[in-house]
């Protein structure tokens, strides 16, 4: 396992093409995994939105930010791979600009990642499934920081979502230009679960917590700018974080 060797993340979100998600997922599983790791990058996952058929969401990282605009000139500029198969990506493409770059919330909350993820060939999906909740911070970053630890995570915890990373906002100026990132302030928190029974319960429980429901949901509320973003995902076939 290897923990918070990648600490610049990137969460990605695409809407695409009615139909089309299946089919840039099978050319990104099969072309585009490889080929930008080979340049400096880890490829986290990959899912499929389930409240949305026409999301792909996808999560990559890089040790720092000079390295990020370094690979991803290598990959998209430069690379080979990206010149032959962006055509076909594209045709499946709507809107790619809703990209967040973050940072680990703490020194010991980036992803705890396995060292191998599944070959080219696979194609079972595995039964687990993801959360990824967006909190749009109106409240100063240490200070959210400093609350989620003390009064939502033990929530979480009860309510059998222990969160797995937590991020926030990576404030460094975006190194690679043609790629837009935005720049909303956030805190992103990560969870996995067996599978989507497990999820439901965790819902459910949450629901009927008392201490979510009388005091830490309100505590939040005065800190955040809008509404929770909730993203429940499916891990596709060769997602490393599944």
Same mark, same amino acid.
């Given at each position: ?10 969460l ?20 585009l ?14 899912f ?40 076909? $990506? ?5 809107? &790619? ?6 940072? #680990?919330?703490?020194? %010991? !909350?980036? =992803? /705890?990642?396995?060292?191998a ?6 194609t ?10 967006i ?9 959210f ?9 033990p929530v ?8 797995? $990373? ?5 404030? &460094?100026?975006n190194?690679?230009?043609a790629? #837009?990132?935005?720049? %909303? !302030?956030? =805190? /992103?928190w ?10 439901a ?13 009388t ?24 997602s490393?974080?599944r």
């Amino acid at each position: 396992m290897t923990e918070n060797v990648w600490p610049v993340v990137e969460l990605r979100q695409y809407t695409l093409r009615p139909g089309t998600r299946d089919v840039l997922i099978e050319l990104f599983e099969r072309e585009l995994i490889e080929t930008q790791e080979a340049v400096g990058m880890r490829i986290v996952a990959q899912f499929r939105d389930e409240d949305d058929p026409d999301r792909f969401v996808w999560v990559r990282a890089f040790p720092d930010m000079d390295a990020r605009g370094a690979a991803l000139t290598a990959f998209y500029v430069d690379g080979a791979a990206w010149r032959a198969h962006a055509p076909a $990506a594209r045709a499946t493409m709507v809107d &790619t600009d809703n990209a967040l770059l973050l940072q #680990p919330a703490s020194a %010991a !909350s980036g =992803f /705890v990642l396995p060292d191998a993820r599944p070959g080219v060939r696979a194609t079972d999906l595995p039964e687990s499934r993801a959360l990824a909740t967006i909190y749009y911070l109106d409240s100063p970053r240490e200070e959210f920081i400093e609350f989620f630890d003390n009064r939502v995570r033990p929530v979480l915890a009860a309510t059998g979502a222990p969160p797995i $990373a937590c991020y926030v906002t990576d404030p &460094t100026p975006n190194t690679f230009a043609a790629l #837009p990132v935005r720049r %909303a !302030s956030v =805190f /992103v928190w990560f969870a996995l679960f067996d599978n989507a029974a497990r999820r439901a319960e965790h819902f459910d429980q949450l629901d009927a917590s008392q201490v979510w429901g009388t005091e830490v949901r309100h505590e939040l509320a005065k800190r955040i700018s809008g509404p929770i973003e909730r993203l429940r995902l499916a891990p596709t076939a060769r997602s490393l974080l599944r």
